[in-house]
Structures are given as C-alpha cells and as structure tokens.
C-alpha cells in the first residue's frame, strides 16, 4: 500500500496555493487517438448516454450530438449554477441562456446539431447521418424511435456496419427527442417493463442500491451522485469498445441493449453474491462494513476521519500506534475480525471517545506512514485542493466560445503518463449544425431554407 506523503499534513488553506503549472503537462495524447475516424450519431440526453458517449469521444471519436431544436438537451436548462457569459458571444447563439454546469460536465469533445425528425425533411438528415455512421447511441423508451423511421431494424438496413446502442436510462423531464440511437432504457428491450422510462434514483431504489444506503436506524438514502447512470454510461462505453471489434472481425454491426436496472443489479457486487450464495438478506450500515471492523467514519473533534482496518496487524497498529491502547489488540473481544465484528458496537464507542478528545489533524499526523488505510472526509472544494489531485492533473481549463475560460474534469485515464486531450468544450446548443449538414452534401441556401421551415 502506497503511503501518504507527508505534504498531506499541510492545512488545506497552504494546499490550495500548490500549483498545478509546476507539474508536467498530462495532455497532448500518450497514444494516437483510437477512435479518430470513427463517427458516431449521438442521440442521448442527461447522463447516461452522454457520459459513454463522451469517454468515446476522449478517445478521438467524432461524436455528432443531434439535440431539440429549441431546447436542446434536457440538461442545458439544469441551472443554476451555470458557467457565466463572456462579452463576445458568438452571434448566432446570443438568444441562448448561459451554459449549464450539468450540461458541461458531460459533453467534452462533441458537435452539436439541432434537427427536428419527426419531420419527414429532418428524418432524412438522420438517414444521410446513419448511412455515414459507425455508432448510433440512443436513450428512448423502447419502441419509440421503431415508430419514427429510426430504429435498429431501419437503420441497420441502411448501414449494416452501424453499431446500435440503446441506452434508456433516462426519462426526459421535457419530453423532447433526444437526438441518437443508443437505447440506455431504464430496464432494457424486453420484459414487463420494457417501456416503462426511469430515473438513476428510481432505479437505485427499485434495484437494490438505496435499500443499503444510509444508516441501519434512518429511511433508506439515495448516492450523493447519480451512480447507476454513470456506471451505465461505463458500462456502455466497453460495450461499444466490444461491438467495434466484433465488427472488425464479422464486418457486422451490433445492437447494444444497456439499460440502468441491470447495471446496477451488476454493480451489487458482493452485496448480491452474499444473497445468491447464502441467501443472505442485506442490511444498512451507513459507512461501515458488515463483515469487516473497524471500517467506517468516526467524528473527531473539527472533522470525520475514515478508519479502514481490514486485518488484525492493521488493527493492532492502530490500536497501538493511534489510540494508544495496546490492549485492545490483546483483548478478546477485539483481537480478532470475527470477534470485532461480534462487539461492534462496544470497540465504535471506545473509539469514538478516544477520537473525539483530539482535532482531526492530530489523527492525520498519527496515521501517516503507518499503514493502516485511512483519510479525512473531504468536502468538494478539498477535494479540488487534494495534492494527489493536482498532482494527477484532474481538472483541465479550456476556450469556450460562450463562456470563456472554464474548468472540467479531466479525462481520469493515462496512456503512456499522458492524457487524451480535450480538442473541444462542450457545445453550444446547434454549435456545428451548418458544419455537419454541409459535410452531408447541403448547400447554404438549402440549410437556410430548412432553418426557416424549423427543420433545423
């Protein structure tokens, strides 16, 4: 196990003055882009979707995200907060509102086209897109986009090289057409509920992961972030990565059914293994572990400090080293797992008692390079001032058009000690519409005409 540096004992307030200029650039590509010259139609709105789509376009995919004419992606309206407008905003969108902070959190390194298809005009600009694609993601209920032209089979039958991701996962507050077929469903192409749409928080509740949320004596608790989507989105990614190489092997394309409830069935993990092997009905713990203690957050004084002693060395060196009670280690109820978990609740109160008599950093000094797992509980702004997140390079800055300067997350993956650049910020809203369409062979007078019909 890694140690800590001992720069980790620094107050957060001398954390926050490290700068990350001092380190070596992550960005400039450690490999050649893989997905360069792979074009996928992007019809995904809110998380999901959008988050495998984006790690396929960190990759060097060209990602076209076909949104709502008006409105766009349910997310751009998500605000506040919202990244502030620069003086010289392009002209062509100076009616937008400023961009979300929701909507740029997953959207890096795409375009941006608005087309209206259930217009026979704007369904054929979707055909002339799925004739050139490699990849259609989409998050509609199941059945929806077969009504309109789009589905597997209609699609398939002009590209029979197009991977076909459904990725419903997640319902659209609006009720607009998100813009490409990746199905992410809420619960997948077939069974009872096939066509029933679903929140990453609705499935959290109904697969399994709010039930052991929380704390054993509180109301089951949602994640502090939406988990199940994003585990979708990951989950879509290497489905995606999967079906191009099947293709490269058959020359056939594939279609892809991800969906939120069996992702985070999947995303159970031992929780399920547990009840499928045993029979073993879970429980609420809130931080801690079931089967392994010490293993939770404890209060101190000033602060929350995570304890995780997986191992009767670790726990004999905490009890000597930190809490100064050799005699834990020796004592019977304590001085193996099995008995710890047996009196869990009498070793959580000597604990507590013995942390709350110091402030947190006093426990961090004492931690330090002993080996024993552990770390404060930080909030957002620490956990931007983290040296191990500087030093990693986990936030970019680039040129918006709208906004100027603005921060994102850094892809959080290395090749060969370098990152995969960010070449785009996230779009305006109809950012690249003329852009595409004229790469699909429309004239200028022609896209004007489709704009004043409200094709485009």
């Known amino acids: 196990m890694a140690l800590r540096p001992k720069l980790y004992r620094l107050p957060f307030s001398t954390l926050r003055c490290i700068s990350s200029s001092s380190s070596p650039s992550r960005y400039g590509g450690g490999i050649e882009p893989p997905l360069r010259g792979i074009r996928i139609l992007d019809l995904t709105r809110i998380l999901a979707g959008p988050t495998a789509t984006m790690l396929l376009a960190d990759l060097g995919a060209d990602v076209i995200k076909v949104e709502e004419v008006n409105r766009g992606d349910d997310t751009r309206s998500w ?19 400023p961009e979300s902070a929701y909507f740029l959190a997953v959207n890096r390194n795409k375009r ?3 087309v209206n ?14 004739a050139k694609a490699d990849i259609l993601a989409e998050n509609f209920v199941p059945g929806k986009l077969d009504s309109m032209g789009l589905g597997y089979a209609d699609c398939s039958a002009i590209n029979d090289r197009l991977i076909y991701a459904s990725i419903t996962g997640t319902f659209s507050l609006s009720g607009l057409l998100p813009s490409l077929t990746f199905n992410v469903s809420g619960y997948g192409q077939t069974g009872p509920y096939r066509t029933a749409p679903g929140y990453d928080v609705v499935i959290e509740g109904e697969a399994g992961l709010m039930y052991i949320t929380g704390e054993a004596d509180r109301p089951p608790s949602k994640v502090g972030v939406a988990v199940t989507d994003i585990s979708t989105g990951l989950y879509a990614h290497g489905a995606i990565m999967a079906a191009l190489i099947s293709r490269q092997k058959t020359g056939k394309g594939v279609w892809i059914d991800c969906n939120l409830f069996q992702s985070q069935i999947a995303g159970l993990a031992n929780i399920a293994s547990n009840y499928l092997i045993a029979g073993k009905e879970a429980q609420r713990h809130g931080t801690a572990h079931p089967s392994v203690v010490p293993y939770q957050v404890f209060a101190c004084k000033g602060g929350y400090l995570m304890i995780g002693a997986g191992s009767d060395k670790q726990f004999k060196l905490l009890a000597e ?16 797992n099995s008995a710890r978990v047996a009196n869990r609740e009498l070793l959580v109160k000597i604990i507590t008692e013995t ?6 950093d ?21 956990t931007f001032d983290h040296p191990q997140a500087i030093a990693r390079g986990v936030v970019v800055e680039v040129e918006h058009p709208r906004a100027g300067k603005i921060k994102l997350l850094a892809p959080a993956v290395t ?3 370098m990152k995969m650049p960010v070449t785009r910020p996230p779009p305006w809203l109809s950012e ?7 790469e699909l062979g429309y004239d200028t007078q022609h896209i004007s005409q489709l704009r004043e019909e409200g094709i485009v």
């Open 355 to 360: 942390l709350m008599q110091e402030p947190l």
């Open 79 to 97: 605000n506040p907060p919202a990244a502030p407008l620069s003086k010289d905003v392009p002209k062509a969108s100076s009616h937008l509102p």
């Open 321 to 336: 080293r930190v809490l100064r009670q050799p005699e834990l280690a020796c004592d019977p109820r304590f001085d193996t």
């Open 362 to 382: 006093h426990w961090l000094s004492l931690f330090d390079g002993l080996g024993v797992p552990f770390g404060p509980i930080n909030n957002i702004q620490q």
């Open 112 to 114: 941006s086209i608005t």
């Open 432 to 438: 690249h519409t003329d852009e595409v369409l004229c």
């Open 415 to 417: 090749y060969n000690g």
């Open 117 to 130: 298809f259930k217009k026979p005009k704007g369904l054929e600009i979707l055909h002339k897109l799925v």
